[in-house]
Structure formats: structure tokens, C-alpha cells
């Protein structure tokens, strides 16, 4: 039995809404972690089901228990707990999610030793319908600015489940989640500006897709805050407010027709934003138009369609950048052809 700490390594924070079907899982998963400096607080937000049983079952002193007297949402009690926490790291996992033996020890492991670093996500396992698979990622080459830039087109830095934080980044600041969906993603674009993302490439949490879980409902809702999170995001660079214009035109709203003259227009905005990102290396310019044209990123599986940035950006496959070239190679041709 778990001895209740004073000041803990690490807080992990569990939120809980009608999850008795996996919230044991969830719970066992912290307990047996091999670092074993923690508390877990796990907040019910009111639930309808046998949630309350389940957790009123451990003994364990390490888990403080929450209660919300009515359902205030995923975030918000979130919130609750990040308010009741003490630990020097703040981890994430969902109620029906569940993390590997050595997930915190991992994640503190790094942290430890890599003080520019606020964020560290892991690689995950997918869990569908009772087969495991392992969710592809970019790999541990991957740099900061170009998590960074990724963000541009959507959350393709970590799941939620695996998300570790400095907790006195989030109190020094007076960091919170926002209410609504998305908002896992909007926490991201709130450290950005105290610090380096990190993600570590070995599958040290497992996802639970299931038709009740939070980031599969309301997804008409979550993508439209996922636009707004973005534009916020930009508006925040230290850019021209012409070159922020731009951007929102030609990753978020998708207006207009690229030219020529569109495209000397990205190239310096792409060098604004790599200064921004205190980045001395030369982007791939070719493959960011080429992005921009896309309907979709797919920033893990690197379809011929669109390979673009995706291709450029993640190490792993930069070698695929020759092959995007020379797909796009006549368009762009042909382009030229109409328009001299």
C-alpha cells in the first residue's frame, strides 16, 4: 500500500465520466508504475455509472479522490484536480486510456535532464476493438520547430494520455484549460511560448478508440476550435501582420488561388517563422506550397497525395521528399506553361 507523499515527483491527473468498464484499468496502471513518487488524483465528474464504486474500492494513500457534485466537463475537471496537485510534473491519463510500467519513470527521466524542455509527450498504442497496434509517429529525430510548425495544420505532437508538463510553468503563468473540446490541443499552444516540445519515440500509453470517447464526439465542433486554436496561434507569432494574413488565408480559411506571387509571398513569411522559431536551417520551400495545396495533412502516413511538409519535416521519411518532387514536378510545369 502506497504511502500519501508530501511533495510527490509527479501529479497524474484523471479525469472520469461513466468509464467504470476501463477506469480500473486506468487506475492500475499508475499504481504499478516502477517510479512510485506520486499521487493520483482522480476527479468523478459526476458520474452516472459505477465510477464512484471503483474508485472507493483502493486504499492506496497515494490517491486523492474528487467528487463533482454536478458534471462540469473533461477541462474543467481537469482544472479541479491541476488545482489540488503538488507534484513537480503534471501527467495526463484519460479514465478509459492506461499507461505502460515505465511510462513516468521515462517522462521524468527526461525532464530531469532537459530543463528547456515544458512538454514531453510519448508514442502510444492504438487499442480497436481489442487489437493492439502501434500508432505511427515521427520518431525522436524530430526538432522543436518543427513540432512548431506542425501545429500550423493540427495536433500532431502526442496524444492527450501521454502528456507530462512542469507544473510551476503552469502555475507561474496562470495556465489552465480552457472549456470545450480540443482543448488538449489548445494547452499545447499555450506552452509553446515557455519552452521546447519533446516526444519521446517508444509507446508508453495505450489509446482506447471507442464511439463514447471524448475526442471521438462532437467533431464538427472540435475541428472548428481546432481552426480557431490555430488562428490564435498564429496571430500570436512575432510576424508582420500582412505575413500573419497570409497565413490564415492559406492554412485556415483556404482562400484564393496560389501564384507565383503567392508563393514569394509564403517564402518570406517561412523565413519570418523560422527566425521565429530560432531555426537556421532551410525549409523545403517546394514541399510547403505543396502542403498548403492539400486538402488534409497526414503528418504519420506519408500518402503520395500528400507527402509535402509532412515528408520534409519528419526525418524518418525526408528521403521521400525526391518522390513528392517529381509527382508535383509536371504540375507545377504545367503551371508555369499557362501563366508565362
Known amino acids: 500500500m502506497g504511502k500519501p507523499l508530501n511533495n510527490p515527483k509527479v501529479s497524474v491527473l484523471m479525469a472520469a465520466y461513466n468509464v467504470d468498464q476501463y477506469l480500473k484499468e486506468a487506475i492500475d496502471s499508475i499504481l504499478n508504475q516502477t517510479l512510485t513518487d506520486f499521487e493520483l488524483i482522480v476527479v468523478n465528474d459526476c458520474s452516472s455509472d459505477q465510477t464512484e464504486s471503483i474508485i472507493s474500492h483502493y486504499s492506496d494513500q497515494r490517491i486523492k479522490t474528487i467528487r463533482n457534485p454536478k458534471n462540469y466537463g473533461f477541462f474543467n475537471s481537469l482544472n479541479i484536480a491541476l488545482r489540488r496537485a503538488t507534484g513537480k510534473y503534471i501527467a495526463i491519463l484519460d479514465g478509459d486510456d492506461y499507461s505502460l510500467p515505465t511510462r513516468l519513470e521515462t517522462q521524468v527521466a527526461f525532464l530531469d535532464k532537459n530543463i528547456q524542455y515544458v512538454l514531453c509527450g510519448t508514442a502510444r498504442f492504438d487499442l480497436r476493438e481489442g487489437v493492439l497496434c502501434r500508432e505511427k509517429y515521427p ?16 495536433n500532431f505532437f502526442a496524444t492527450h494520455s501521454s502528456l507530462m508538463y512542469r507544473r510551476n510553468v503552469l502555475v507561474n503563468n496562470s495556465i489552465s484549460y480552457e472549456d470545450g473540446v480540443s482543448q488538449d490541443y489548445g494547452m499545447i499552444f499555450k506552452l509553446l511560448k515557455y519552452g521546447m516540445l519533446h516526444l519521446i519515440d517508444e509507446p508508453l500509453v495505450v489509446y482506447r478508440h471507442r464511439e463514447g470517447s471524448l475526442s471521438r464526439s462532437r467533431s464538427i465542433e472540435g475541428l472548428e476550435t481546432a481552426k480557431m486554436l490555430r488562428r490564435t496561434y498564429i496571430e500570436s507569432l512575432e510576424i508582420s501582420e500582412a505575413e500573419k494574413t497570409l ?24 523565413t519570418c517563422l523560422l527566425k521565429e522559431f530560432s531555426v537556421h536551417e532551410k525549409l523545403d520551400r517546394d514541399a510547403f506550397y505543396d502542403m498548403l495545396r492539400s486538402e488534409r495533412l497526414s503528418i504519420f502516413t506519408c500518402k503520395p497525395t500528400i507527402l509535402g511538409l509532412a515528408a520534409y519535416m519528419l526525418s524518418p521519411f525526408r528521403d521521400l521528399v525526391a518522390l513528392s518532387k517529381i509527382a508535383f514536378s509536371a504540375l507545377r510545369f504545367k503551371c508555369k506553361k499557362m501563366l508565362s
Open 247 to 270: 497565413l490564415i488565408s492559406a492554412i485556415i480559411t483556404k482562400e484564393g488561388e496560389p501564384g507565383f506571387a503567392w508563393q514569394r509571398k509564403i517564402d518570406r513569411t517561412l
Open 139 to 154: 520518431g525522436t529525430k524530430v526538432k522543436d520547430w518543427q513540432f512548431k510548425l506542425s501545429l500550423l495544420f493540427g
